[in-house]
């Protein structure tokens, strides 16, 4: 309850800034962010253990939540008045492409689980369509927008301890770094724009930490095997 007082608190003074939105899911996701980096597929990118098979499940739960949300902001956002999502925001195509490249060459889906987890989080993100929640799919899509921030990063993780004589393909994280920190400061500047008021505030934020809350499940299984 204390934590809960201080953090609208918090985002009341920080609605006096220019940077309120940003701040408040900053501020509210950062101990996820921190979660996300233990899971297994990430401590095995770090260890140089890392397998095709992990590869390819990473890949399919990131198409998976990443269809969801370009559907719901689709029909959500498609006409705002300020650049908070467009057609060419979606990296959909990447992925398929890579899985495609991937199940080419044989290698086959390992977990199950994650790919449930991930279908359910997408009817999570379809249901704030249905009711009309456009601030939580904002909170969502500053999660989405923050995991493609950081793809360079993980595209060059990936090139430098991926096991010998394992190839494999990277469209999907195939970012340019100065693109990616404009785009989310275009997104970013955005977003502070149309989430003003501390019930907005409070919506985004929603939706930003059942996202986060969601992808430790999602991604619990990729990377381990099974």
């Given at each position: 309850m204390y934590k809960q007082l201080l953090f609208a608190l918090n985002c009341l003074f920080m609605m006096h800034t220019e940077m309120a939105a940003r701040a408040c899911?900053?501020?509210?996701?950062?101990?996820?962010?921190?979660q996300l980096q233990a899971l297994?597929?990430?401590?095995s990118l770090a260890a140089g253990t890392m397998d095709a098979a992990s590869y390819l499940d990473f890949l399919k739960v990131l198409e998976t939540v990443h269809e969801a949300v370009d559907e719901a902001a689709r029909r959500l956002l498609l006409h705002s008045p300020v650049a908070l999502w467009d057609e060419r925001s979606?990296?959909?195509a990447a992925f398929?492409?890579?899985i495609a490249c991937l199940e080419a060459k044989g290698t086959r889906q390992r977990s199950v689980n994650a790919q449930v987890y991930a279908l359910a989080l997408g009817e999570e993100v379809m249901a704030l369509v249905e009711a009309g929640d456009t601030m939580a799919l904002l909170g969502a899509l500053y999660v989405l927008h923050g995991l493609t921030l950081g793809a360079?990063?993980?595209?060059?993780?990936?090139?430098r301890s991926c096991p010998r004589g394992l190839d494999l393909p990277n469209g999907a994280l195939s970012f340019n770094a100065d693109e990616a920190h404009a785009d989310w400061e275009r997104f970013g500047e955005a977003l502070d724009a149309v989430v003003c008021r501390a019930a907005d505030i409070e919506r985004a934020v929603?939706?930003?930490q059942f996202t986060h809350l969601a992808l430790p499940?999602?991604?619990?299984?990729?990377g381990d095997a099974q």
């Amino acid at each position: 309850m204390y934590k809960q007082l201080l953090f609208a608190l918090n985002c009341l003074f920080m609605m006096h800034t220019e940077m309120a939105a940003r701040a408040c899911l900053r501020q509210a996701t950062r101990e996820h962010q921190e979660q996300l980096q233990a899971l297994p597929f990430f401590r095995s990118l770090a260890a140089g253990t890392m397998d095709a098979a992990s590869y390819l499940d990473f890949l399919k739960v990131l198409e998976t939540v990443h269809e969801a949300v370009d559907e719901a902001a689709r029909r959500l956002l498609l006409h705002s008045p300020v650049a908070l999502w467009d057609e060419r925001s979606s990296r959909r195509a990447a992925f398929a492409a890579d899985i495609a490249c991937l199940e080419a060459k044989g290698t086959r889906q390992r977990s199950v689980n994650a790919q449930v987890y991930a279908l359910a989080l997408g009817e999570e993100v379809m249901a704030l369509v249905e009711a009309g929640d456009t601030m939580a799919l904002l909170g969502a899509l500053y999660v989405l927008h923050g995991l493609t921030l950081g793809a360079p990063v993980l595209r060059a993780q990936l090139e430098r301890s991926c096991p010998r004589g394992l190839d494999l393909p990277n469209g999907a994280l195939s970012f340019n770094a100065d693109e990616a920190h404009a785009d989310w400061e275009r997104f970013g500047e955005a977003l502070d724009a149309v989430v003003c008021r501390a019930a907005d505030i409070e919506r985004a934020v929603h939706g930003a930490q059942f996202t986060h809350l969601a992808l430790p499940f999602v991604g619990g299984d990729v990377g381990d095997a099974q």
